[in-house]
């Protein structure tokens, strides 16, 4: 008899972990449509047969290996990176054939060129144009910078192209960049920039949103350096100091292309509290109303812990949004979309910081 309640309390408590792991599979993480993300339960994802996706299995710090390469526990949750394959497709090895098609695709060499045409203007601002360290392929991590951070002027920190394949981001800060230069004095007086624009130069080249290592880099920041990786730990290291010590940055702008939608990455209400995320809405608003294709849509997303945009929220405090724009845009399109437009919208992101801050 007790032997026959034992097996029975035994089966209940495996029904009731079978039930927790079913549960936990079908939520999803809430971390944005430049790529789905989701938790599912191991005998799930062995039961896959999706052709049209590729799924990427999270390893350990924010390394992600296809499917077919990972061994699988059933009863183990993972999260997963969802990705169309014929988004895969647009960029694997033919640019050529894919700027036939598209909006012409922002390759490093493209980086290269806009630092050396920018150099000699930003110099008369004050500013400097720094290699901050090197891919691990060797490339240049650019950053642009005052030679001499000014306390108490208002900070603008941004990033571009945390993901490689990404490469409107890339159109949109040159935009950005280009107002900068046209500004007058005053901006100059009450502003200045912190920005890497290119976090991820291999992927780039590689057509991948991941780096060599297959880290997804906006999945590797940490304020902890040890717990940061790869490029994302380069520039990391070389932002901390002034991080820890400066609290004049008015915003973060991460800047990132998505599937088909432009809008803002923000955190949710009462991830800091109301009047913050009143405070992120305001600017949200004055971009809409500037940009007609971001029209001030957002999502609200709480994020992975370690993107750049949550770890400078909770880390550092700063008013940090993720700024999406489509990634793959036909050069036929019915919204008149082009690299003009593109820039355009840089200018609209500046002229929505000087409303706003």
Request: proline share 3%; net charge neutral; aromatic share 12%.
């Amino acid at each position: 008899m007790a032997l026959a309640r034992g097996l029975f309390y035994w089966e209940m408590s495996m029904k009731n972990i079978i039930l927790l792991l079913s549960i936990l599979m079908i939520i999803h993480y809430a971390y944005g449509e430049c790529v789905h993300e989701e938790t599912l339960l191991g005998s799930s994802l062995l039961d896959i047969t999706d052709l049209d996706h590729q799924y990427m299995v999270e390893q350990n710090d924010g390394i992600y290996l296809p499917l077919g390469k990972v061994s699988i526990n059933p009863l183990k949750v993972y999260h997963v990176q969802k990705i169309a394959k014929n988004h895969n497709r647009k960029l694997k090895g033919d640019f050529d054939q894919y700027n036939r098609d598209y909006l012409k695709y922002y390759r490093y060499h493209h980086v290269q060129k806009l630092m050396a045409a920018i150099t000699p203007d930003f110099n008369q601002f004050g500013y400097e144009t720094v290699i901050v360290g090197k891919s691990l392929e060797g490339r240049d991590l650019y950053s642009v910078r005052p030679k001499n951070l000014v306390p108490g002027k208002k900070t603008i920190l941004m990033f571009g192209r945390h993901h490689g394949d990404e490469g409107t981001a890339n159109w949109i800060i040159e935009g950005f960049l280009k107002q900068i230069i046209n500004m007058n004095e005053k901006f100059h007086d009450e502003f200045q920039l912190i920005l890497y624009p290119m976090v991820n130069p291999d992927g780039a080249e590689a057509g991948t949103r991941y780096n060599k290592n297959n880290r997804d880099l906006n999945r590797s920041w940490a304020y902890n350096l040890d717990q940061s990786y790869d490029e994302a730990k380069i520039i990391h290291s070389d932002l901390k100091n002034y991080l820890s010590g400066k609290k004049d940055i008015v915003i973060m702008l991460d800047m990132h292309g998505s599937f088909t939608d432009d809008f803002i990455y923000r955190v949710k209400r009462n991830y800091i509290n109301p009047a913050f995320y009143e405070f992120q809405q305001n600017f949200i608003d004055e971009l809409g109303a500037l940009d007609s294709f971001q029209k001030g849509n957002f999502i609200l997303s709480n994020g992975h812990p370690k993107m750049a945009r949550i770890v400078m929220i909770k880390s550092y405090g700063l008013n940090a949004l993720t700024h999406e724009t489509p990634k793959n845009i036909k050069i036929q399109n019915s919204q008149n979309r082009s690299l003009l437009s593109l820039e355009d919208q840089g200018s609209a992101v500046l002229q929505a910081i000087l409303r706003q801050y």
